[in-house]
């Protein structure tokens, strides 16, 4: 059945939903957007915890480099198909809410699957499957509500920050219920059952995207090959810098997770059942961010929030580099919020805003490409082989994080340009001042 606001003629997108944050079409993207980061946050923070404690400690028994891997040529590998599976299918083949679905069903079979491995090539061969069917849809949701939404720079920080919640629930919520048996070996063996609840999870949302979500069809284009005009993007100074300085905050990222709640649970001390509360803070903080990011792109542009993202990456680490009390750490854990908020998704409102209209979907998987494929591979190797003190580790992610925004200051400069109704959708430009078309 249809969602659409509106009629539309075969062959186009339906009208978009309106500018309300209130409207049918944003609530249900909300649910969408609270599904897909409950399915990742359930898993992600405990399965380095469980990869490498011992079996007589609970755990899988892999080494630091296999447990890098795991976590980190999965998704790399994920990202890197992405444009040829979720981009391509989205726009070219299949309406964008279909492929999603698609996606998700598969892999939450996947998913209980990997609960019941425990040797190590096994384990990293399902990994690998399982991200190559969820990495395209984190860039698909974002594609999702972009095309639905009249003006995403207003409408999408807050229908984002209900993935916020969702990872933030999940991660906190399991762990504080599931894991808290006061059994060390059991709770570290429990943390399989966040594999099996996030399988489950997955099918239901695939069935929400295939009957609930509204509908998103391709757009027509002579261009055959998506992904192959959307890597032109990359012709265009803005678009190359903003990607080319996202791989090392990739890097710095995805190792921030490969660390953290081994660094919670062996340098501050804390119980892991409560390390899934103290990650979500940086998640519950996300929430204010995102209310204010609108407000904040519209004032300052895209390059000074881009530099305040990477900023926060470089106080919270340095922070870290204290190993001081717990509540410090937790408190500095409320920056992760200034960080995905201010870096992450300033990035995918760029690149929505740059992007042509008949290459959006593409456009977002190459640009995930680089901060979900590429990034996590480096991180995999840099994580393996930098110092194991946490105090050197947090304050060198601290000086790759300033070295960026530096970076940033010096050579950014940005080329959006303003949609007209031949795009097929309205994005009023970021800038007060016109800015140069796309060629």
Known sequence: MSNSATSAPPGHAPAPASASVFSRNSLLLAVMMFMQYAVWGLW???????????????????????????????????????????????????????????????????NFGLAYTHNYVPFLLLSLVYSVLYMPTLSLTNSVAFQNLTDPAKQFPPIRTFGTIGWAVAAGVFPAVWLGTGNAVKDTARIADSLRVSGALSILYALYCFFLLPKTPPKPSAEKLAFKKAFGLFRQRGFMVVSLLALPIAVIHMAFFFKFTPYLTDAVKIPLQWTGLVGSIGQY?????????????????????????????????????????????????????????????????????????????????????????????????????????????????????????????????????????ADGDIVPPIESEPLPAVE
């Open 44 to 110: 992600l923070l405990l399965l380095p915890n469980y990869l490498i404690k011992s079996p007589a400690d609970g755990g899988l028994g892999f080494s630091e480099l296999q447990k890098n891997l795991i976590l980190g040529l999965a998704g790399a590998l994920g990202a890197v198909t992405a444009p040829f599976i979720g981009g391509q299918l989205a726009d070219r083949y299949m309406n964008a809410e279909r492929a999603l679905g698609m996606l998700l069903f598969i892999g939450g079979f996947v």
């Open 285 to 421: 903080s996300e929430i204010f961010f995102f209310a204010i990011l609108g407000l904040l792109l519209k004032r300052l542009g895209f390059k000074a929030v881009l530099v305040l993202g990477t900023l926060a990456f470089a106080l919270r680490f340095a922070i870290f580099g204290l190993i001081q009390p717990w509540w410090l750490m937790a408190t500095a854990q409320t920056l992760h919020g200034m960080c995905y908020a201010f870096f992450y998704a300033t990035a995918f409102i760029y690149v929505e805003t740059v992007a042509p209209a008949d290459v959006k979907h593409s456009a977002q998987t190459v640009f995930g490409l680089i901060i979900l494929g590429v990034g996590p591979v480096l991180a995999s190797i840099y994580s393996s082989y930098v110092p194991t003190d946490y105090r050197t580790f947090w304050w060198l992610q601290a000086s790759i994080a300033v070295a960026v925004a530096l970076a940033l200051l010096l050579l950014f400069r940005e080329d959006a340009k303003p949609r007209t109704e």
